[in-house]
């Protein structure tokens, strides 16, 4: 099992460590080049690639689940669930490995970067013109040098039941 | 709420359903001092804890109770049928008083004058008391009975479950939040109830047995009792259950890498922690056990209730009440359980005047019995009423459009009972107050299939009715064989599977279709077919060419029908774990778990797939009598496929259809020749191609049929004529002097037909075929084996296959033989043995030899065509190490070279 460690950061510290920390701290990732942030108190785990088994029949945004030390974790694709394009089949993706209301889901992105600490005066409501797909999963909007961080709502997030429910069945 | 009260509550409504069927049995015996004392001193408890606790209105109910349960203790009153009302609509007030008190932690207002002074009068000995108690004794009765959990606060629902001490010493240190020894439930014993109120006991006769000699000696009991319980919190076991769950898992991974890892150090502590594993998941299985009698002790009292309702006269039996199972299940079959007995005793049951008519005795029985059998736990609830009203059915059947005349006339009865549990069929021309509450017989299966279980229908008209059911002990740990379809695997809960059947084209087992609906021909049956591929819509895989698909032959309820999956591997026990709260609406999954090697598979729901199939109600119970009709053919002597064929020769030849992987016919220009030696290009592989004697002359133009045999990635095809037929017989073989490659002859349709060894010319085509990955004894001494079947066919099929393994066999013809060779002193290193045998048994032969102090620890291996989990358990338990199906070489050599690297090992 490719358990890894959690990726180290600029500063030498790690993601564990920032378990007291401030609430604006967030774990970065990017998802077809689109920064996302998650705050970090709700990320369990960053896994590497994973087996993964598919799950017939569920919502298409369920990509199968996965063994994390003897619990099984729900696979959410992303990608699928903002509507962008599948994954480039030779690129690694990583997991972030959430907790829901006791459930454990692994987020499956592109890739994970640093943990951030982020000031709330550069955050910003979720402007009008963002997809409504994404609007739907964004918790708002934070400016950083250069581009800008989309903050990912878990909660909203996985809740795709409804919709997508009648497809399943 | 604070503890002292949540104990409080804890207590007294275990102490409340004890009076609830002591009473009743008081009722019963009236003059039986121990138990008049010990329904005093519970309701004495209760008054003086209420009083402690400042509940006023409690203690006041309680204290007149106890007044009139004082007199009659003391004699001066008669526990007749009026006194035990009263008594118990006193009780009936202290629980509704109590579930409020629950709720809202204060007493609730009002009053109770109107008892109180009932029940002062009653003790005054005024016999006014009878009359205006009959009205409100009805009333009481009826609102006890109605399915409120809330009016009736279950011990449980406040988190705790006496267990008793033995079973949670193994693991106290791992429980910290003990609470103080506390006396358990007791459980009452059967209580045989009658609705007729007793005559009034002679006073001379009421007075001989002084009440307080019988107090001590029931006093002790129940210390004694105390002293063995602790009462643990619910939580702490279900985690406990949990941990040991993941460790079991662990285990599992650990034993899946041993296995591919020869001569591991690890081999010998893997093994012990296998063993502590096992028993410390028994022991932790055995805390979450209760009683059943725990479910059925509301039942003496609803009996009693109902008799009076219905002015019939019920005797209510119950065996086996000290049968365990695991709490979870018990809850879960507390209600249908409930509704079953109620059904009984309302539909079930004629009126006193038609029993007597019927030429019965007037008071009706309702027998609840429960036992292991297997794994599982069989309740059976009978009644010997009227039977089923199979007219009435019928016309219920009708309107609801569940059947049609002309079907309803050729079905048997037995068939159209099944109705009844067919979805919204309410008898509801007979509702009462007492059934027809919204809980139909539909919900009652659906609930009891819901934790895996069956439940079976039987009656005889005039005779009377009865429902089995049968529940696996528990749901945490389940054994569930694993299948893959179009590359996934998925588990399917073994108690649903009945056997597996492999398609095959031109074979008894084809798969047939009717307008693309799959079918199978199943002894004589047509087999309904579902695709796995197709119902879990695995629809981007390339899809196995179905016709050879392996077939599940799966049961829910009496619906039996085959799923088509592309392989089948191992059974094994898995932790069920429920599926994420996104996957819930899925209904093709019953959960999910984690296999010994890590990944993650999920377990499919027969009554879903059934569902899913489009398979209603009706037809599920349609095709059962058939089934039963077919049943008794099934179960007729083993028989075995067999391909008869020629080559060489006129007399035909014959194999056993299970060791062929595939019949292929080929152009004979296209065999070549590799080093002098005939090949074939198949599959991309080059595969070598045997004939049937040196002599054989091979084609070089026309069609060549073969016989492919196939191992793992390995193939060999044995030249022949023509291919003849497939048969089923019984395979008698009549021994000849065997040339090589023959096992000897037998009459297969009526001819004398040579039946061939595979092994001779598996091995060759490849010398080592048998011997490869399979042999680890290399440069260790040969091992020495004993070999006991009474068919000669299968002894020379073995033999040679256990000496390439590096076996030195000897082989026995009986298990008296066999226990001969052992007596005499011969030493074996492993004994291999059929269970099927005339005279002594492979069982009772493993038995004998465990007796004896050398053969102890030998390990014995059964073979058997005989895979009912049944006979597993029983071959576990009379010694056997391992259990081998017939014909399965493999298993038999995996399982031997495992006991050889144990035994190296150690």
Redesign the interface.
């Known amino acids: 099992m490719s358990n890894l460690p959690v990726p180290s950061m600029t500063d030498g510290t790690d993601v564990a460590k920032f378990g007291g920390g401030a609430a604006n701290d967030f774990v970065t990732m990017t998802v077809a080049d689109q920064l996302f942030g998650i705050p970090v108190l709700t990320v369990q785990d960053v896994l590497g690639p994973q087996r993964i088994t598919r799950i017939p029949l569920a919502p298409p945004e369920v990509a199968g689940a996965l063994n994390l030390r003897g619990r099984i974790v729900t696979a959410i694709d992303v990608r699928r669930r903002l509507g962008l394009a599948k994954r480039e089949t030779d690129k690694v993706n990583m997991n972030v490995v959430v907790d829901h209301k006791g459930e454990l889901y692994a987020l499956i992105v592109d890739n994970v970067g640093e943990v951030l600490s982020l000031q709330a005066d550069a955050y910003e409501r979720n402007p009008a013109t963002l997809d409504p797909r994404w609007r739907e999963v964004s918790g708002g909007i934070y400016r950083l040098k250069g581009k800008l961080l989309v903050v990912l709502e878990v909660a909203r997030l996985l809740d795709f039941k409804p919709k997508r429910g009648a497809e399943a069945a | 709420m604070d503890d002292l009260l949540r104990d409080f509550l804890t207590e007294t409504n275990e102490n409340l359903g004890t009076l609830d069927t002591e009473l009743v049995k008081l009722e019963q015996n009236p003059n039986d001092p121990a138990l008049v004392s010990s329904i005093f001193r519970i309701m004495h408890t209760i008054k003086g804890t209420c009083g402690f606790l400042g509940l006023p209105r409690l203690e006041k109910v309680a204290h007149a109770g106890e007044n009139v349960l004082g007199k009659i203790r003391d004699k001066e009153l008669v526990a007749d049928s009026n006194a035990v009302t009263l008594i118990l609509e006193s009780i009936d007030r202290i629980k509704s008083l109590l579930s409020v008190l629950e709720q809202t932690e204060a007493e609730p207002e009002g009053e109770d004058g109107d008892l109180i002074a009932r029940l002062n009068e009653f003790a005054a000995g005024k016999p006014a008391g009878a009359a205006p108690v009959a009205a409100p004794a009805a009333a009481v009765p009826l609102q006890a009975l109605a399915p409120t959990p809330s009016a009736e606060p279950e011990p449980d629902e406040h988190g705790f479950v006496p267990v008793p001490a033995h079973k949670t010493a193994a693991v106290a240190d791992a429980i910290a939040s003990q609470k103080a020894a506390m006396p358990a439930p007791v459980t009452p014993p059967p209580a045989p109830v009658a609705a007729a109120p007793k005559p009034p006991v002679p006073a001379a006769q009421a007075s001989k047995p002084p009440a307080a000699k019988a107090e001590s000696p029931a006093a002790a009991a129940e210390s004694a009792v105390a002293a063995s319980s602790i009462r643990v919190n619910v939580d702490v076991l279900e985690n406990l259950m949990t941990m040991v769950s993941?460790l079991v898992?662990?285990r599992n991974q650990l034993l899946q890498i041993l296995r591919s890892q020869k001569d591991s150090e690890f081999a010998a502590p893997l093994q012990r922690l296998n063993h502590v594993t096992s028993e410390l998941q028994e022991g932790v299985m055995k805390t979450r056990m209760q009683p059943i009698g725990n479910a059925w002790s509301k039942l003496p009292r609803l009996i009693r209730d109902l008799s009076h309702e219905l002015g019939k006269k019920i005797d209510l039996q119950m065996h086996g009440q000290e049968t365990e199972l695991d709490r979870q299940v018990l809850e879960l079959i507390k209600d249908p359980l409930t509704h079953l007995v109620r059904n009984c005793a309302d539909h079930g049951l004629e009126p006193p005047d038609e029993r007597k008519a019927a030429g019965k005795p007037e008071t009706g029985k309702v027998i609840l019995n429960a036992f292991h059998e297997g794994g599982h736990i069989i309740i059976e609830i009978k009644d010997d009423g009227r039977g089923l009203n199979i007219d009435k059915i019928k016309q219920k059947a009708l309107q609801n459009g569940i059947a049609t005349d002309a079907e309803l006339a050729a079905m048997p009865d037995q068939q159209v009972a099944q109705f009844i549990f067919a979805a919204g069929f309410s008898t509801a021309a007979q509702v009462t107050s007492v059934s027809g509450r919204g809980v139909g017989m539909d919900v009652v299966r659906t609930n009891i299939e819901k934790i895996g279980g069956t439940v079976e229908l039987k009656f005889q008209r005039g005779k009377g009715t009865a429902f089995v059911i049968k529940i696996p002990l528990t749901l945490a740990i389940v054994s569930a064989l694993i299948v893959e379809c179009s590359g996934?695997?998925f588990a399917i809960p073994q108690i649903s599977v009945l056997e597996l059947v492999r398609g095959q084209a031109n074979s008894d087992t084809t798969i047939e279709r009717v307008n693309d609906a799959p079918f199978l021909r199943l002894r004589n049956r047509l087999l309904p077919l579902v695709s796995l591929h197709d119902t879990?819509?695995?629809g981007e895989t390339r899809k196995q060419e179905e016709d050879k698909s392996f077939i599940v032959v799966t049961q829910v309820g009496n619906y039996t029908f085959g799923i088509m999956v592309d392989r089948v591997f191992d059974t094994e026990e898995i932790v069920v774990?429920p599926v994420?709260?996104?996957?819930r609406?899925?209904p093709?999954?019953s959960g999910?778990?984690?296999l010994g090697d890590?990944?993650?598979?999920?377990i499919l729901d027969p009554n879903g797939i059934a569902a899913g199939s489009g398979a209603s109600a009706a037809t599920m119970s349609e095709n059962q009598a058939a089934q039963a009709a077919a049943e008794g053919s099934a179960r007729e002597a083993e028989r075995i496929a067999l391909l008869v064929f020629r080559a060489g020769g006129n007399a035909p030849k014959a194999v056993p259809l299970s060791l062929i992987a595939r019949l292929e016919e080929t152009d004979a220009g296209q065999i070549e020749y590799s080093d002098g030696k005939p090949v074939l290009q198949y599959r991309g592989k080059l595969m070598p191609l045997v004939t049937i004697d040196a002599s054989y002359p091979i084609r070089s133009e026309g069609r060549q049929p073969i016989l492919v045999f196939a191992d793992r990635n390995r193939n060999m095809g044995l030249l022949v004529d023509e291919i003849v037929d497939i048969v089923e017989e019984r395979l008698a073989i009549e021994m000849n002097n065997a040339r090589p490659g023959m096992v000897g002859s037998a009459i297969i349709s009526g001819k004398a037909t040579d039946v061939i060894d595979t092994a001779h010319y598996l091995s060759q085509a490849f010398g080592d075929w048998f011997g490869k990955a399979d042999a680890p004894f290399g440069g260790v001494a040969s091992r020495s084996l004993l070999l006991v079947d009474d068919s000669p066919f299968f002894r020379n099929l073995l033999q040679p296959i256990l000496q390439v393994a590096g076996y030195d066999v000897t082989t026995a013809e009986t298990a008296a033989q066999a226990l001969g060779l052992c007596e005499a002193g011969r030493e074996f290193d492993v004994i291999v043995s059929d269970i099927e045998m005339p005279g002594m048994s492979g069982f009772d032969f493993a038995e004998a030899l465990r007796r004896s102090e050398r053969f102890r620890e030998t390990p014995i291996l059964a073979l058997s065509s005989h895979t009912h989990p049944a006979d597993i358990e029983r071959a576990r338990r009379v010694g056997f190490t391992d259990f081998i199906p017939k014909l399965d070489r493999e298993g038999l050599l995996a399982s031997l070279s495992e006991l050889g690297a144990r035994s190296a090992a150690e």
């Open positions: 993941e898992l662990t996934e695997r879990l819509r695995l774990k994420a709260p996104i996957l609406d899925v093709m999954f999910n778990t984690i890590g990944s993650v598979i999920m």
